[in-house]
């Protein structure tokens, strides 16, 4: 009897854990925006970012056109090679760094603390609310071909960026894709097994 009793306590104390380090995004508003014609236009690279928080309605809606769930079958807003959807998005914020989990349309703790000065290298960047790291996943990434995987793993991060883009002109949002990363500190706080691509600060304009 304690035995049980002490199994189903450390099962409580597990998912208890786990519920706390997930938060539920908004449901995503997936209508409206801006003429995809007009946010093309306005589609542009901007580095003046304010530091105030994006509104979590906002940063829903940011995840979900960057690599969101957009189809009964599981598909993203952004095309992959073999659908391998190996494309994931850590989110660097001022309480933690958060891993975009799509099927939930969740976020999950991944690390505590402001760790947006590790990421982003130059000032500017640094200031933005949220900088997304873009990561190609090794374990969803089953080919030989090395090259070709790492061909593959900088396209479909391309497919995500300019998704951010998009939304971000619609949206009067400020953005910029950044090569300049510290992808060494990224792979050892988040504990990679795959390739550390690129980072995106999104904010609001100054
Ligand atoms: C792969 C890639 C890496 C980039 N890296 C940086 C960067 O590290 N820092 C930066 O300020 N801008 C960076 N940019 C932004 C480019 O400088 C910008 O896209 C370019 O000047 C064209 O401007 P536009 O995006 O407004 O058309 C990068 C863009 C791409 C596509």
Redesign the pocket.
Known sequence: MKKITLILFSIFIITSMNAQDIKKLPEPIKKGGMPLMEALNL?????DFSSKELDPQTLSNLLWAANGINRPDGRRTAPTARNMQQIEIYLYMQDGVYLYLAKEHALQLVVKGDHRKEAA??P??QVAPVTLVLVADYAKMNMDDKELRDLYAGTDC?NV?QNI?LFCASENLCT??????DRESIEKLLKINGKVL??QPVGYHK
Not at 176 to 181: N, P, Q, R, T, Y
């Open positions: 589609r542009k690279t901007d580095r290298k130059q500017f960047a391309g960026c883009y910029v894709e950044l090569g300049m990363i690129l980072g």
